[in-house]
C-alpha cells in the first residue's frame, strides 16, 4: 500500500482550520487565490506520490552506502531530487529575488507534508536546504548570498545544519569547534556528529552551516559563530571538509546521518554569517523553520500511517464481520489515528500562516504578535506532531496484527522512520522547556492567553450551532480550555521552578491536544457550513469525547505531580 | 550497557505486592521457605545476566539464516540453552512426576522475566515449551505423556504452538488444516504461518502442537482438535513437516518465525490430545499460560530499557547539571519507566499467585475463586504488560537522544523487540475484549467486584499510614479505584453491546493503571512495615500523581466515549 497525498484534507484543513482563507480575503498575501492554492497542491500531491512515495520501500532497503568518503544515495533518489528541485519545489516559500517563488510558508508547510508523508528520508534533506536559506538571506552578506543563495533556492546545491558534538548535543553551548581567523576568512577545525545529509551524491556541491568558537570567544552560547563552509570552494577545490562515518539508524535508512571531520590540512575555509559570536541567533533562525518541519514529518507520517492501516482494515476479513474495520476496537484505533493526525497537522499548518503573519501582515503590531503566536506554537507542532507521529504509526501497526510485525508490509517502516522525528531538531523534552520556560511568560502571558480566547470562542461556536452530531464535544472541549488555562496560569506563577519543569511535558500535550480538539471542531464547523457533505462532526466529537478529555488529568500532572520528584534521583539509584 | 536482573526487586514484589508472602504463610507451598525461593532468584538472575544477557546483541545482528529447510541460531544460543536447561529451568514449575521441581508458577513467572529482560528472542522459545507441557499434561493420554512428557519438561526437546493460518489469525476458528484418521493415528495437512520457533538447531526433535480439522468436524471453533506432531517420529524417520520460510521482522530476530508445511509426502503423523473436535479447550490451557509469558516479556523488556536509560541518565553529562538525570523532565521519564515496569510486574506476579492457588489452595471453592481470579487479571497481565513494554522501551529511546535512534546503542533493538509482545498470543485488542465480554462477567461481576474490594483495602491501608511521603497517593488511588468501580458496573450493565466493545481497550488500561498503583503503594507499605530503608514511597507517589490520575478520563472514555463510532466507518471511508 503506497501514499496518496490527501489533497482535499490538507487543503480544507489549510482553509478552515488554519485560517488561510481568512488571510487571503484580508490581502495578506496579495493577490492570490484560493485557485492558486488548490492547483499547487493537487500538483504536490501527484509529485509525493506518483515519484516520491515508490521510492520510499527502496531508501529503507538500499540505505545510504559509505565508501571513500562518499556516499551513494538509493536507486532513483537522484532523479526524483533533480526533477523536484527542477519543477521549482524547493524555492516555493522562498524569496523571488533569488529564484523563490514567495508563495506561503503555510503552503509550503502542506508540501513538506506531502513530501514527508511520501518518504521521511527524502523529504528531511530540503528542509534543511530551506532553513539554511533563510538564514543566509537573513544574516548573510551580499557576496555570500549572490555566491550561494540563488543556487541554494533552485536546489542545485544542497545545505547542511551543523551543530551537534559528542559533548555538545542539546547543550549547544559546549561545542569546541574552532574557527580562527585567516586571510579575511577563517579556518574552521574539529568535528561535528549527526549531520543529517552531511555527505552524498544528489548535488555537486553541499553548503554546510557550521557553528564554531572563535579562540577569543566567550563561553558558552553567546561564543558562538556560524560558518558557511561549502563542500566544493568557489575555485572549484574541495574544501578541507569530509564524512568520515555514516550511522547505522533505526529508521530513515537513506537519510545519511554523517559524522563530519574538518581540518586535515589546516582547516576548512569558512565564511562569517552575520556577526562574530552571534551565531545562535542565526541558528535559531534556522531551527524554528527546521522545527516546524520536523513537525510536519510526524504528521506525514502519522497520516501515511493512517492510510495504510485504513486500508488494510477495509480489506482483511476475520470472524463474522465483513472485514475488521466493523470491530469497534479496530474503529477506536482508526479514529485516534485519524484525528491524532488532523490535529497535528492543523496546529503545524496554524504556525505556518502565524509565519507568514508575522512577516506579511499590514502593521508591526500585526507582525509582532504574530511573529509570538509563531514562536508560541512552534514547540507545540514540532513535539506534538512528533509524538503523535510514532504514537499513530505504532497503532498502525496494531492494526496489522502479525502482518504488521513482518517488514515486507511496510508498516514497521513507517514505525521505525517515525521515531527519529521526536528527538532531532532539538528533542521533545526541549520543545517543552521552550514552551514552559520561554513560549508561555512571552509578553507576561499575554501571547498564551489570547491564544486560549481564541480557543474558547472556538468551544461557544460549536455550543452555538446546536448540531445534535456533536455530541459532547463542546462540554469536552470546553473542560480541555479551562484545563489549558489552569495550567497556564500556575506555570506562569511558578517562573521557571523545578516544579514547573517537571510539567512541562503533560503540559505540552495538553496545549495541543487542547489546540488539536479546537481546531478539528472549527474544521467540522466549517464542514457544516459549506455544506461539503464530509463527516467531520464525526472527527471533531471523537477527538473531544476520547482524547480532549485527558486535559484534567495532564492539568493535573502539571500542577500536583511533582511531589515525588525531590526524592527521585536517590529513589532511582537504589 | 547490558541487563542484571533486578533480583532484589523481583524478590520484594513477588512476596509484598503479589503475595508470595501470605501464600506461603499459609501453606500453600506445603514446606516451602523464603529462603529457598530467594536462592532460585539469584540463581536465575546469575545465568540471565551472565550468560543469557550478553547473547542479546548477537541474537539481533546474526538473526536465524535459513536454508534448506534448516534454522541456524546464533553463535552461543545452542550451548546457552542446553546449559540453561541441564540446570533445571524448564521445569521449574512443571509437574515432579516428570522431572519437573513443581515449584510455584509464581515463582516461575519470576524466572520468565528474567530470561526474557535478558533476551527477548531467547526467552520466548522456552514459554512456548512450557505451554506444550501444560496441554500434554491436563489433556494427553498415558501413552503421549510416556513419551513426550519428560523430554519436554528437561528441555531436551522443545514445544511449539500452532494455531495461526493466512485466514485465521484472531478467528481461530476459520483454520483449515485438515486431520485425517489413519492407522489409529491421523495425517495432517495444510500450512500454519508465524510459527515461533517452528524450525531450530537447539534441540535435537521439536514438538509441534497443532489445531486441525476433522473431516466430519462442526464448522468453527467447536470443529477444531488438537495434535501432536513430532518433527521425528518415535522410530527417527523424519515426520512430514517442514518449515517452508522464515519471516523478516521488525525484531527479536534470533526467534525464528516459520511458516510450516504438512503433508508433503501424504500428512504429516500426527497423535490427538485431548478428545477430537475439543482441541480449543486445551489450546486455551495452553494459551493462557503463555498469555502471562508474554505479559513477563513486556515486563522484562521494560525492565531492561530502564535500566539501560537509567545509567545513561547518570552518566550522560549536559549543561550546567552534572548529568542529565537531574534535569526534571529527565527524570519524569525514568520515574515513568521504572513505576510502569514496577505495576505491570506486580500485576503479572499476582497472576501467578492466583495460578499457584487455583491448583494448591486447600477447598475447592478458594481454588474456584483463585482460577477466577486468574482468568480476570490474565488478559491485563498480557496487554498492560505489553503496552507498557513498548511505551517504556520508547521512553528508553528518548532518554538517549539521538545516541538512541543509532542501533550500536542498543535501545532501538528494546524498541524494535518490544513491539511484537502487544501483538502475538492474542492481540491486545483481543485481550480487551475478552476482559469486557468473558472475565467483567465472570460469576455476575462478583470476581471483579472482589478484586475492586481489595483495591480498595489498600488505598485504606494508605489513608491509615499517615506517612507525609505518601503525599496525595490515598486520594488519587482512591478516585481512580472509584472510576474502575462505576466503568464495571456500566460494562456489566451493557453486557457485550457495540458501546461496551468500543470502551474496551481504555477499560483494560483503567484496569492496569488502577491495580498496579495499589500493589505499587503495597510496596511502599511493606516498605515502611519492614523498614528496608528503600524509597518505594516515590515510585507510588509519582504512579498515583502522574499516571493513576488517567482514570477519570480513561472512565469516561468507556462509558461516554463511543458516541461517534457509529457513523465512523462512513467517515473513515470518504
Same mark, same amino acid.
Given at each position: ?40 497542491? +493537487? ?72 513530501? &514527508? ?5 527524502? @523529504?528531511?534533506? =530540503? ?7 533563510? %538564514?543566509?538571506?537573513?544574516?548573510? &552578506? ?42 579575511? &576568512?577563517?579556518?574552521?577545525? @574539529? ?13 555537486? &556541491? ?5 557553528? +564554531?568558537?572563535? =579562540? ?94 485504513? %486500508? ?39 504556525? @505556518?500562516? +502565524? ?40 497503532? @498502525? ?21 517515525? *521515531? ?46 446546536? +448540531? ?7 462540554? *469536552? ?43 478539528? /471542531? ?18 471533531? *466529537? ?30 532511582? /539509584?537504589?
Amino acid at each position: 500500500m503506497s501514499y496518496r497525498a490527501p489533497v482535499s484534507d490538507i487543503a480544507f484543513t489549510l482553509k478552515h482550520a488554519a485560517g488561510l482563507k481568512n488571510a487571503l480575503a484580508e490581502g495578506i498575501y496579495g493577490d492570490l487565490d484560493e485557485e492558486t492554492v488548490d492547483s499547487v497542491l +493537487a500538483e504536490a500531491g501527484r509529485y509525493a506520490s506518483d515519484v516520491i512515495a515508490p521510492l520510499n520501500s527502496v531508501g529503507d532497503k538500499f540505505g545510504t552506502p559509505f565508501k571513500d568518503g562518499t556516499v551513494t544515495t538509493p536507486p532513483g533518489w537522484k532523479k526524483a531530487y533533480t526533477d523536484w528541485a527542477a519543477a521549482g519545489w524547493n524555492g516555493l516559500a522562498a524569496p523571488a529575488d533569488w529564484g523563490g517563488q514567495e508563495l506561503p510558508h503555510a503552503l509550503n508547510a502542506a508540501c513538506i507534508e506531502m513530501w &514527508n508523508g511520501a518518504s521521511m528520508a527524502f @523529504g528531511i534533506g =530540503p528542509v534543511l536546504t530551506m532553513a539554511a536559506i533563510d %538564514a543566509l538571506h537573513a544574516y548573510g &552578506n551580499d557576496k555570500l548570498k549572490q555566491e550561494y543563495l540563488g543556487k541554494l533556492v533552485s536546489g542545485e546545491w544542497m545545505g547542511t545544519m551543523q551543530l551537534t558534538e559528542p559533548q555538545a548535543g542539546s547543550d549547544v553551548g559546549a561545542l569546541r569547534t574552532k574557527a580562527e581567523r585567516a586571510n579575511g &576568512n577563517y579556518r574552521i577545525t @574539529g568535528s561535528k556528529i549527526f549531520i543529517t545529509y552531511g555527505e552524498h551524491d544528489l548535488t555537486d &556541491n553541499i553548503i554546510h552551516f557550521v557553528l +564554531a568558537r572563535l =579562540p577569543d570567544a566567550p563561553q558558552g552560547t553567546k561564543g558562538i559563530s556560524l560558518f558557511l563552509v561549502p563542500k566544493i570552494l568557489p575555485d572549484g577545490s574541495r574544501n578541507d571538509v569530509r564524512a568520515h562515518s555514516v550511522e547505522h539508524k533505526l529508521g530513515i535508512h537513506a537519510s545519511p546521518t554523517c559524522t563530519m571531520v574538518y581540518g586535515d590540512r589546516g582547516g576548512a575555509v569558512g565564511f562569517l554569517i552575520g556577526e562574530e559570536n552571534k551565531g545562535m541567533a542565526c541558528m535559531f533562525t534556522m531551527m524554528n523553520r527546521a522545527r516546524l518541519a520536523v513537525g510536519l514529518q510526524g504528521v506525514g507520517i502519522a497520516e501515511r500511517a493512517t492510510q495504510h492501516a485504513l %486500508a488494510y482494515a477495509r480489506e482483511r476479513k476475520q470472524g463474522p464481520a465483513s472485514a475488521i474495520i466493523a470491530y469497534p476496537d479496530v474503529r477506536r484505533m482508526l479514529l485516534t489515528m485519524r484525528t491524532l493526525t488532523g490535529a497535528a497537522r492543523a496546529i503545524c499548518y496554524a504556525t @505556518g500562516i +502565524a509565519i507568514d503573519r508575522s512577516m506579511r501582515a499590514k502593521t508591526d503590531a500585526e507582525r509582532k504578535s504574530a511573529h509570538e503566536r509563531a514562536s508560541l506554537l512552534t514547540p507545540v507542532a514540532k513535539a506534538f506532531s512528533t509524538d503523535i507521529g510514532s504514537e499513530v504509526a505504532s497503532l @498502525g501497526i496494531q492494526v496489522h496484527g502479525g502482518m504488521g510485525y513482518v517488514e515486507e508490509t511496510g508498516a514497521a517502516q513507517h514505525y521505525r522512520d517515525a *521515531r527519529i522525528a521526536a528527538i532531532y531538531e532539538g528533542t521533545n523534552g526541549i520543545q517543552a522547556l521552550d514552551l514552559v520556560t520561554r513560549k508561555v511568560p512571552l509578553e507576561g502571558g499575554k501571547t498564551v492567553n489570547m491564544y486560549i480566547d481564541e480557543l474558547r470562542r472556538t468551544v461557544k461556536s460549536v455550543q452555538s450551532s446546536n +448540531a445534535p452530531e456533536f455530541g459532547e464535544t463542546a462540554t *469536552r472541549l470546553g473542560e480541555a480550555v479551562d484545563s489549558l488555562e489552569c495550567a497556564s496560569r500556575w506555570l506562569l506563577a511558578q517562573k521557571a521552578s523545578d516544579a514547573a519543569l517537571a510539567g512541562a511535558t503533560p503540559y505540552l500535550r495538553l496545549f495541543g491536544n487542547t489546540a488539536g480538539g479546537c481546531m478539528l /471542531a472549527e474544521e467540522a464547523l466549517a464542514s457544516l457550513r459549506t455544506g461539503d457533505g464530509t463527516s467531520r462532526s464525526v472527527f471533531a *466529537r471523537f477527538f473531544a469525547e476520547n482524547i480532549a478529555i485527558q486535559a484534567s488529568s495532564l492539568e493535573r500532572s502539571v500542577t500536583e505531580g511533582a511531589g515525588s520528584f525531590a526524592d527521585a534521583q536517590a529513589a532511582l /539509584a537504589e
